[in-house]
């Protein structure tokens, strides 16, 4: 360490070491609080630097450097509690200030996985531990909320997932679900109808646009969200009429569709969607060595050889060499994790005790003693919840193929029976509805070529029975539809005929007769396969055309960006798209105008004008409006 200005020496240990050495002392003691004296006293790394504490130069450089160690073992999963004496001055805080480990005060869950289960599991806790939210309490409100967490808290990163899910800590993920969590995730609180909910999402957009979408809704925290929307409110506002002429140069935007033609493995790429490969960190140096650690704990007096914890940890070897790197790095952390120091009164990291007369002369490890971390095995109640959401986002992904999907609606229904009811306020945002309850069934009818009787609910409230043949799902305006061929008489068993009805009405967007239907999955109701008697003749028509059967009184409208290929246009199906300067002039038709007005301001970012000159009004009102009620909220 380098001599500091006053003598002492400055606090440059590695990252990763005096670390545990901090969590070493808290668990020792625990469920005792220790001063911050005490803390200073018995790490080693903050002794060689601060000393005693004796001057208030020491007291508020270990408070800096401490705060900061607290904050990278939260980070790791490791919550630091605190309390300060109603009766100490700000002065004398530092010295009176206590600590401890958060410990036993809540219970772990531990779940039996299958390997089947670790490609969704890995990929649903990299999208958990990846969230970031704000660890301050959220405003208090005087409500009281169904989903709101008792004590709002930072969410609590998985490590002991790895003691109870063999492999985790280094399992690959599928490219297909790199595809769906290739980005970065966030949280937020919003408050939705005097309901705290948690949200997590991709990017801003897609908060800004669950925001929009339910009025009166809004961020709580963190700041940075509240900030991020704010200025896509005030970007909306300045937005310019649209040139609404259409140019020579254009193309027709295909989004992603399931039908009779596609493979399971094989979900159409979307416009400008470049394919990404699993290239996701396993972890950090620290952050195995504390993996290591609570496996170990959680299973005290069973024996692992280094390869075996090598493979576990660090991943599968490519060669003998790397396995011998590998049990090396091993031995190295099973070294760090059981240190004690030389003078025999500062404890360094002894989180268990090693039968080192086996591990010498077999290679196997065996951990006894251990300091209580095991109690942080497992999945707690906080992150179980995140965990879930995570899940879910997986299992409503239309991406995914079949089996794919079904591993994490049964993974799903597993974590969730774990989750009391009001426990889980995590809502994971797909930039789509919810996936309907009767989706599945509906994508089985189309992958088997099979009819489907169902109950329907039209718009006006109105059900009624109906036989059809599905033939293309697809997405329109955040909403999920299924494209239905009505003429199927000749394929439908005799007790099923009376259900057929083919529809010849004519439909004003199109002209044709309405043979083709266009459905909300959401409205299907007690939908049932049957098999057909004989082959249904489906014309195949594009998803692009067939959305012009939804609606017959669509709003024509246009927007420009200011870039061109942007990921966001790729779910507008049917829209015609055309260079325009430095970026892109997009046609469209509207059937909603509440969701043009919610995109656009979601998007604001990159859009300059829009058209027609009434939403392009309605949305500057709507972005004042929605800007009005956060300034008097602040005022308040």
Known sequence: MAEGSNGRRRFSDKWGKHELDVLAVLSSAFPQWLTSRQIAQRVKAYADSYGELADQAAKAAFAKQFQRDRAKLAAMGIAIESRQPEYSSKSEGQDFASYRLQLGDEPRVRLLFGDEDLPILAAANYLARSMSISSAPAHETQHTSRTAPRVPQTPTPGLGLDSIAPGLGTQSIPDELVKVVDQRRFAATVDVDGEHLNVAYTDSDDLAMFVLSHPGASIVSPQEAVDAFNRRLNAATQFVPADESTGGDSS??????INRNSADDDAEECKGRPKKNSAFQTGSEVDRRLRLMLFLSAHLGEEYSLEELAERFIGKPKSDDEMKKFVNVIHKDINTLTTVSDDGEMAGSQFFDIDWSLLDAEGIVSATNSLGLERLAGISQQYLSMLTASVSYLAHSSLLPDKLREQAESLYSRLRQHVEPGDMPWLSLTGYEMEPRNFSIVKSAISKSSLLDMEYTDGAGRTQRKLVAPDKIFVDEGVFYVAVWTDVAAAAPADKAKYVKK?????????????????????????ELVEPIAKIDIPDVPASELRKWSFDNGTPAVFVTNQDDLSFIDGLSGATVEKCGEGEKVHLIVSSDSWYVAFCIAHARHITAVAPETLRTMIVARAQHELSIGDRDNEN
Do not use: F, P, Y
């Open 252 to 257: 027709t935007v295909t989004a992603m569709e």
């Open 503 to 527: 529809d010849t009405t004519i439909n004003k967007a199109t002209g044709k007769a309405r043979i083709w239907q266009v459905l909300r999955i959401s409205r299907i109701e007690k939908a």
